[in-house]
């Protein structure tokens, strides 16, 4: 295979490996919708909760702290997905050195890093200067191209692996809280009826 089909070959399996990657983001908007609901619910019924939970049955309580617990490990699930590495580069094995032409430009300078946060700032910069890549590109060859393309394709895979395998484990949580859920629901409501009367 000549490079010219090498590049496109790998320019695909980037652009097929970026749409598994926005698709795992639409599943995880469903289960964040889903873990709200339950954080609203015990939000709302909070000083219900707060007046009469000692005069709860240990099954209510072990079921309350059950799903306490499930929801924060879904959150921090839903966390480290988002947010899967913070140098996707360290995750890649190379023996020799990683390419000379970056295929992705990480870093910034920043004049404040707190107020680079909430303000956009002229002084804040990409630490790569145009000239300096435009020369890195110009004096690349097909091999340089390949190899930083075949570079961004795995930095990409390990996200998307990594991104998959927390979303698998992410849902096995997320029916354990709705189960635990529904068993809080029925043994709140019943609990709370019996105490009124």
């Not at 209510?60 to 929801?71: D, E, H, Q, R, V």
């Not at 002229?122 to 435009?134: C, H």
Request: aromatic content about 14%; glycine content about 2%; hydrophobic content about 45%.
């Amino acid at each position: 295979m000549d490079k010219k089909n090498q590049i496109s070959y790998i320019t695909f399996s980037i652009t097929d490996t970026q749409q598994l990657i926005k698709n795992i983001y639409t599943k995880l908007t469903v289960v964040i919708t889903i873990i709200g609901a339950f954080v609203f619910c015990l939000y709302t019924n909070l000083g219900k909760l707060m007046a009469n939970f000692c005069e709860y049955s240990p099954y209510l309580k072990l079921t309350i702290i059950s799903l306490i617990a499930n929801i924060v490990i879904c959150i921090w699930l839903t966390a480290k997905i988002l947010f899967p590495t913070h140098n996707p580069t360290e995750n890649i094995t190379v023996e020799d050195k990683s390419p000379k032409l970056k295929f992705f430009h990480a870093e910034n300078r920043y004049a404040d890093k707190n107020l680079s946060s909430f303000f956009n700032l002229e002084s804040n910069k990409l630490k790569t200067q145009f000239e300096k890549y435009a020369s890195l590109v110009n004096m690349a060859d097909d091999e340089e191209l390949l190899d930083s393309l075949i570079f961004e394709l795995l930095k990409l895979s390990y996200i998307r692996n990594i991104k998959t395998k927390r979303l698998k484990t992410l849902f096995a949580y997320l029916i354990i809280a709705t189960i635990t859920f529904v068993l809080f629901d029925i043994l709140f409501t019943y609990e709370n009826t019996m105490i009124q009367h």
